[in-house]
């Protein structure tokens, strides 16, 4: 009866269950907003029971109630000891689960037996993922003592940077730890979990003994779950096809697997289906413990065992029904699923495609290829928009691709199924051949006809948005029989088209001082005009800042300023080169350490010109001038002195970027326009710079210091903040205040920060 959502008196009961539940847990940690959507939440409930007479819908603000609960015992430590080792050397001893290989590391995710740190010590199992050197070699199961230090996974502190912290522990990760050294102990845990880990890596050793490279990473996606060996140009070429789902274990798998199982059951062995049920239910359970328990994995076993159930009781589940309690059941489990990628986009595909069945089914016989296309068309627009929020971009062509590819990958992935179970056979190989063969038709033939014009960028759409469409769309869907509601609702998402493109047509421009960690990087952003990048931070400190930002803006930096070679500055600039992200680079004219060379051979390579800038040089675009203040022609000096220090005009506002300079090269400065509403604060705060006469001479009324919170170097230093305080200027410090966000208009400027 639950299953179905049919016999009780509130229809599809556990949508509501789920929605509520969600709700929940989005409070939890968007207080704010989500509070007001449990209270809209709760109103609506309460006004469906009255008008339905049906008490169930009360359920919905308990539920929320439980989700608020579960995911603050989720984010919560599992040890307040272990919380107290982070960011401190410490020796554990714990169980391999797994293990991947990277360029740099090897990644292993560890079943901690016990956490020490001098006098703390905790014997609670705590999951790490640790780092250790690329030549470490180790097995799962393999019980293993290692030393090094113990972190946290960071929370954002910049606009659009992901949530690392609830990601990880999404995955079921309490900490992170970079291994110093090392030891094998010679034992092993003979859990159950360990030996399915063990024959895991069986399989995948098969793949890659007998497969090409890229093949057997495509072979054991497909098999095993293990995505971490496919390599960048099939990624790229799966991307492109907009196939990318299908090298995630899912509900094709699931089918697969107790299709199989269902036919020597039923057929060969002669048991009725309701008896091989409980067989099938234990073989999927195993399955998904051999896939790593990945979110898709989980949602289609779970899906799968809930309609076994019904049949088992008599009953028909309903799709959306069924996908509302399996999505309900993962987040009672794991609350933090919510902010899993794989969990969002698996159940958004899911929920599509119970949505174009039901427009299919009602249908005319007969009309098989319209069905089809019509399925495919419903499936591609109700999955876009999450597509586009986390990946930044769309494939038009994948519409027609997963009608004509999808069928084939389906051969391929029960071949990589079959080719997986006989690994232990003699014909084994034979059956691994077979499969990279079946692979490499697959990849010649998209070669031939998919190329990276087929894939169109995009910027990322706001949250707020994406839910308003789905709103809308689904509610025209499920209601699409009823006067006026088609109509409706083509209204309602006009009517939220036009006025989003008239939100994003009138954005101010806005300048951002990234949290970089140790290091500078800043981004302009024109809309519809130009970007400009000033640094690009330290190693890493692009990934979380000036990345994150350019593709949730869809665009490429016009200009990358590099104000000087050294690291903080210049090696997160130095990736967005290597990725192809900016349109032109500016360094300064002048002398330079080895770094240079490195900059000026990724701009080759990726057809980048390299502009070396010097006083007197200017930028321009509409409302926007930008220009090169310092150094000199011919000066000669170490990096710092040779920093580019740029004047920024945005619609009348002013903002001085002085990279590191120090005293001696303000006081050539003192002769320049340097008058400003904003400044940069030269070395990130350094007594050495930002004498007192410069300050007062740029007259800034908001002065920015990037830096990171708790530095080595003790920056800023407290001379010139008293300095700045002193002229009464508004004082962000990066470290402290997460990332700066300036918005400009012809009105003026405004500052928030995103702590």
Known sequence: MIISGRGMGMKRPFIWFFAGLAAGILSAVYKNIGIAVVVALTAISVLSALKNRQ????????????????????????????????????????????????????????????????????????????????????????????????????????????????????????????????????????????????????????????????????????????????????????????????????????????????????????????????????????????????????????????AYVALMLYKNSDRLNTIAFSAFCMLMV???????????????????????MDITERLERGKRLAKTIIFSTVVWVLTTPAVMYYFGGISPVSVLLNIIAVPYLSMVTVLSLAAGLMSFTPIGPTAARLVGSAIGLYETAAGMFINEGLYIETAKP??????????????????????????????????????????????????????????????????????????????????RSVIPYLQAKGVKADILFITHMDNDHSSGALELIKRNMVGMAVVSDTIHSDKIREIEKAAEENGIQVFYASEGDVFEAENFRIECLYPYQGISAEENSTSLVLSAEIDGTKILFTGDIEAEDEKYLLNSDIECDIIKIAHHGSNTSSTEEFLETAKAKTAVIEAAENNMYGFPHSEVIARLLKDGTDIYVTGRDGAITVKIDKDGYSVKTYR
Not at 110 to 126: F, H, K, N, P, Q
Not at 470 to 485: D, E, F, G, L, P
């Open 334 to 356: 794991q609350p933090l699923y919510l902010w899993n990628v794989s969990f969002v986009l698996s159940y958004t595909g899911i929920t599509a495609v119970a949505f174009a």
């Open 462 to 543: 706001s949250a707020a948005a994406i839910i308003v469409f789905y709103i809308i769309t689904m509610t025209a869907i499920a209601y699409r029989n009823r006067k006026y509601t088609l109509r409706i609702s083509a209204a309602a998402l006009a009517a939220f088209t036009v006025i989003t493109a008239a939100v994003n047509i009138n954005r101010p421009a806005e300048a951002v001082f990234f949290d970089a960690g140790q290091g500078d990087a800043s981004i302009i952003y024109v809309p519809n005009g130009i970007t400009a990048v000033i640094d690009g931070g330290p190693d890493g400190g692009a990934e």
């Open 55 to 306: 008490a169930e819908y009360m359920l919905v603000p308990v539920f929320a109630v439980i989700g608020i609960l579960l995911c603050n015992c989720a984010i919560a430590p599992k040890d307040s000891r272990a919380e107290r080792m982070k960011n401190r050397n410490v020796t554990v001893r714990g169980t391999v689960r797994e293990w991947h290989s990277t360029e740099d590391n090897t990644v292993i995710t560890l079943d901690a037996e016990y956490i020490r740190c001098e006098d703390i010590g905790t014997s609670g199992e705590v999951r790490l993922c640790v780092y250790a050197d690329s030549d470490v070699n180790v097995s799962a199961g393999e019980i293993i003592d290692l030393e090094g230090r113990l972190y946290g996974f960071s929370e954002p502190t910049n606009p659009y940077q992901t949530d690392y912290r609830l990601y990880m522990r999404s995955k079921g990760f309490d900490y992170s730890m970079s291994c110093n050294a090392l030891i094998q102990t010679g034992r092993r845990n003979s859990g159950i979990i360990y030996r399915i880990e063990g024959i895991r890596e069986y399989v995948n050793g098969f793949f890659d003994k007998y497969l090409p490279e890229s093949r057997a990473g495509v072979a054991k996606a497909l098999t095993t779950g293990y995505k971490y060996d496919i390599d960048d140009d099939t990624r790229t070429l799966f991307r492109n096809m907009g196939l990318s789902h299908a090298l995630a274990v899912s509900g094709l798998h699931v089918s697969a697997i107790a299709g199989l199982i269902f036919i020597v059951f039923t057929k060969l062995l002669g048991l009725k289906k309701r008896r091989t049920i409980p067989v099938v239910s234990v073989l999927l359970v195993l399955y998904l413990a051999f896939t790593g328990f990945s979110p898709s994995a989980v949602r289609a076993v779970v899906m799968a065992l809930t």
